[in-house]
């Protein structure tokens, strides 16, 4: 065998055909990122990466504690960092002007602001259904029907809540960065 080929007989004393060797397949990569993820989740652990708190006022007037969790917090932080980046591009290019760190800081709370209404969004439907969850199993004989009645209502009010929310956040996030196109073209026709 040269060049990487082994070459077999067969039974019937043919001519040896030559085929590529097999590899056995690659698992570094794979463990390469299993160690990746377990440094950054440590990371994120140990490292003082606080949950971010938020006080969020609900429909009814009412301020909630809204908690990000460790991988939101993570993405809001790796958002401003790409926001420090892009600025410190700018100055180094001679681009940068108030208007343009101000628009980039209103992404930011923008983003911002609809992950934490997604989260307010989930739990108020996870709520609203697990409370008609509850009144269908409180409920007996005819009441039953109805108790589930109210239960899938209350199942798709949810999923609408959800689904108008995540509207909302991606038109204003969208809205904000048009604007900070308009204003680079702006600044770029000058």
Request: aromatic residues 4%; hydrophobic residues 45%.
């Amino acid at each position: 065998s040269s060049f990487g080929f082994q070459s077999t007989v067969s039974d019937r004393g043919r001519s040896p055909v030559p085929y590529p060797m097999q590899r056995p397949p690659r698992r570094r990569g794979v463990l390469a990122h299993v160690v990746a993820l377990v440094a950054v989740g440590v990371a994120l652990h140990c490292c003082g990466s606080h949950v971010l708190m938020a006080s969020v006022s609900l429909a009814d007037g009412s301020a909630s504690r809204v908690e990000l969790g460790p991988l939101r917090a993570f993405g809001s932080k790796l958002d401003a960092l790409w926001v420090k980046l892009a600025n410190l591009k700018d100055r180094m290019l001679g681009r940068l002007s108030t208007e343009t760190v101000n628009l980039r800081r209103q992404l930011l709370d923008v983003k911002t602001e609809a992950r934490r209404a997604l989260i307010v969004a989930k739990r108020d439907g996870r709520e609203a259904i697990l409370a008609a969850r509850r009144a269908a199993r409180a409920a007996e004989g005819d009441l039953t029907g109805e108790a589930r009645v109210i239960l899938e209502q209350a199942e798709v009010e949810a999923r609408e809540k959800l689904a108008l929310a995540e509207v909302t956040w991606r038109k204003e996030i969208e809205d904000v960065k048009a604007e900070i196109i308009r204003e680079a073209l702006g600044k770029s026709a000058k």
